[in-house]
Each structure stands twice: as structure tokens, then as C-alpha cells.
């Protein structure tokens, strides 16, 4: 059972690699575009990190689309070249069942789901949002400096302004104003802020769960003290070192950067968080409230696609003859059509709350044909 483990792997991975390269050659050829473009320009900061951080960024935003069309046409190409050698039929006639057979073929499928998921929690979050700042800036930034940024607490006492944030240092905050209120702020009444800090560094403290505000070299952090109509500072302090405990959330620094970033970037768990934020804010209600659900339970069944897409394309590459290969194909690449037809028509259900909620329309094209992919695996054992 080794040596037939090992054979069916090695005849599954060959063509499934061929048509991930050839996938993501295609890919990157149309993206080569831009780069070639800003070889040319003198403003251009092109360099060989910039063009992997460009590419590999592009390309994670698009890997979870791109791994269900390999597996379809890796799995149809293989079942077909087993047929077509008459390998399935003798190791039928051996006493080996279909499922021992295509095992590795489902393995690895179920590992790229896995590395597809991983991809949208850990690398994508990162590499997408650097690759968009490249490209929206004509590649005259490298993505890898600081940029300016705000964040508003949730009980609206507190509103932040970041003038140098670095994703390397999620830690630290430079040149940084934060103005307090003593009264929570209501839409459409203006409140004057209380406070004033300008401090040139904030750094995050895990164990205290609080920012320190602190002095850099000459300059000290300063606290402005505004009397009760906020006409004119009433009185300005300046120290070496502020610490003053601004948030006792222990998710307040992933808070600061998810308010600073893309959601569609954004993984499962970091959405959740902002959803939350968001929702105390008042600004996710509706369609909003909706159309975020659904696509945070949607990261987490878009990786089954692959899974899905290899077990129905095992019984629709296995034919005889080469009427029944052309329609086996026929059905493989409507079932994969259909399926993100379906996923997209439960979405605009979903996000117009007509009668199904985010998460009972996320599940239902997996287990729809999930259900499809088990009976016609059935028909062929």
C-alpha cells in the first residue's frame, strides 16, 4: 500500500505543480506589466524586494481562487491518465477500493486547503496591504515605510493621531497626539477635549496592558490642560515621561492597526475584532452588519473549495471512453462554475436579509455540493 500511495502521489503532484506555475506564470506575467513600467520611471524606488513584495502580495490576495482551478484540472488530468492506462481497472481487480486509491489525491487537497486558510490568517493580512500601498503609489514607496494613521476608542473618549506607524513595530507609535474627552462624544453634538498629550513615542506594554507615552532624546512629552469651554490651554506640563494608562483592552494595538487598514485584507479573527469595534461605534448596522458577517464565516469555508472541487472531479475523470471523458469534463467544470454561482447568490440573499442569515448561507453551497461530490463518488464505487 506504500509503493501505491507513493505512485498515486507522485502522479497527482506532478500535474498539479505544472498547473500552479503555469497559473501563477499567467498571473504574474500580466502583473510584470506594472513592474516593467517602473524600471523605466526614474521616480520609481524599484528594487528586488519591492517587485517579491509586489508579486507576493498580488498573488495572496488571489490564492484561494487560484488552488480550486488547480486542483480540478490536476485531479481530472491524473483520473483520466489512470483510465486511459487501464492502472484503475487493474488495481480494482487487485481488491483495492476507490477510496484507498485517491487517499493521497484528498490528502494533499486537504493540505492546501489548510495552507490556503493559513495564507488569509497570517500572510496575506500582511503582504496584500503592502503590495496595494506599491502599486497605488506608481512604486515610488517601497511599502515598507511608516505612514499616518488615527484611532478613535471605542467609548469615544479618546481619538488618536499617528503621524508614523510601522508595521515592522507594532509596538510603537511616534509623533503622537492623543486628545481626551471628559464626556462621551454623541454624533451631531460637539464636545471640547479635556486633554492634550504630544508625545514622541507610544510603546505598548503587554503585561501592564497600557501605552507609555515617552521623551525622545530632547524632546519631552507634553500634556495640555484645556479649561471647561476649551477657548485656550489653561495650563501646559511638559516631562520626560508620561505613563498613563490609555486602554485596558488587551487586543489595543491589533485595534489601532485594524482601524488603519483594509478590511478585504484583513484575516477571520482580526475582522471579528473590528466588527465588534465598529458595532460599538455605530458604524456597522444594516447591510453593513450583513455583508461583514458573512464574509468572516466565508474565510473560513473558502478553503473547502478545494477539497470540494478534488472529490468531485475524481468520479468525473474516471470514463472508458472518450465520449464519457468529454462529459465528465462537461460536469466538472459546470459543478465548479455552479458552485461559485450558488456561494455568490447566497451572498446577495444574505446581505439583503431576505430569509437566510450569513452563517446559514456560507454553509450552504459546502454541504449542497459536498452532498453532490459523496453520491457521485458512490455511483462510481
Not at 467609548?155 to 509596538?171: C, G
Not at 482601524?259 to 460599538?280: C, F, G, P, V, Y
Request: hydrophobic share 50%.
Amino acid at each position: 500500500m506504500r509503493i501505491l500511495f507513493c505512485y498515486v502521489l507522485r502522479s497527482f503532484a506532478m500535474p498539479a505543480l505544472m498547473c500552479f506555475l503555469g497559473l501563477c506564470a499567467l498571473m504574474l506575467l500580466f502583473m510584470s506589466f506594472d513592474l516593467i513600467g517602473a524600471c523605466f520611471d526614474p521616480k520609481s524606488k524599484i528594487s528586488l524586494l519591492v517587485a517579491l513584495d509586489f508579486l507576493g502580495g498580488t498573488l495572496s490576495m488571489y490564492l484561494e481562487w487560484l488552488l480550486p482551478a488547480v486542483f480540478l484540472l490536476a485531479t481530472l488530468y491524473t483520473m483520466w491518465q489512470f483510465c486511459r492506462h487501464s492502472e484503475l481497472i487493474a488495481m480494482r481487480a487487485g481488491g483495492i477500493g476507490l477510496g484507498t486509491v485517491v487517499a493521497p489525491i484528498v490528502l494533499v487537497a486537504t493540505l492546501a486547503a489548510t495552507l490556503s486558510y493559513l495564507n488569509t490568517q497570517y500572510y496575506k493580512p500582511v503582504a496584500a496591504p503592502r503590495a496595494m500601498l506599491i502599486k497605488d503609489s506608481d512604486f515610488q514607496k517601497t511599502g515598507r515605510e511608516p505612514f499616518t494613521g488615527g484611532y478613535k476608542s471605542a467609548d469615544t473618549l479618546r481619538a488618536w493621531t499617528i503621524r508614523k506607524m510601522d508595521i515592522a513595530e507594532p509596538h510603537i507609535l511616534r509623533d503622537v497626539e492623543i486628545l481626551a474627552y471628559d464626556e462621551k462624544l454623541e454624533e451631531g453634538i460637539r464636545r471640547f477635549p479635556a486633554r492634550k498629550y504630544i508625545a514622541p513615542i507610544a510603546q505598548w506594554d503587554e503585561l501592564a496592558e497600557c501605552w507609555y507615552l515617552q521623551s525622545d532624546g530632547g524632546v519631552s512629552v507634553t500634556e495640555i490642560v484645556y479649561d471647561s469651554k476649551a477657548l485656550q490651554p489653561e495650563r501646559e506640563m511638559a516631562r520626560n515621561t508620561c505613563e498613563f494608562m490609555l486602554f485596558p483592552e488587551t487586543d489595543s494595538v491589533r485595534l489601532i492597526w485594524l482601524q488603519n487598514m483594509r478590511a478585504e485584507t484583513a484575516s477571520a479573527s482580526d475582522r471579528k475584532i473590528l466588527s465588534e469595534e465598529r458595532r460599538l461605534h455605530g458604524l456597522e448596522q444594516g447591510k453593513a452588519k450583513l455583508r461583514s458577517s458573512y464574509d468572516r464565516y466565508n474565510q473560513y469555508a473558502t478553503p473547502l473549495a478545494i477539497i470540494l472541487v478534488t472529490l468531485f472531479a475524481i468520479p468525473a475523470g474516471i470514463a472508458s471512453g472518450r465520449q464519457s471523458v468529454f462529459k465528465g469534463i462537461l460536469l466538472a467544470i459546470g459543478m465548479f462554475l455552479s458552485y461559485y454561482i450558488v456561494a455568490a447568490l447566497s451572498m446577495m440573499i444574505a446581505v439583503n436579509d431576505w430569509f437566510l442569515p450569513p452563517h446559514i448561507a456560507v454553509a450552504i453551497p459546502p454541504l449542497v455540493y459536498g452532498g453532490a461530490a459523496l453520491y457521485l463518488f458512490w455511483r462510481v464505487r
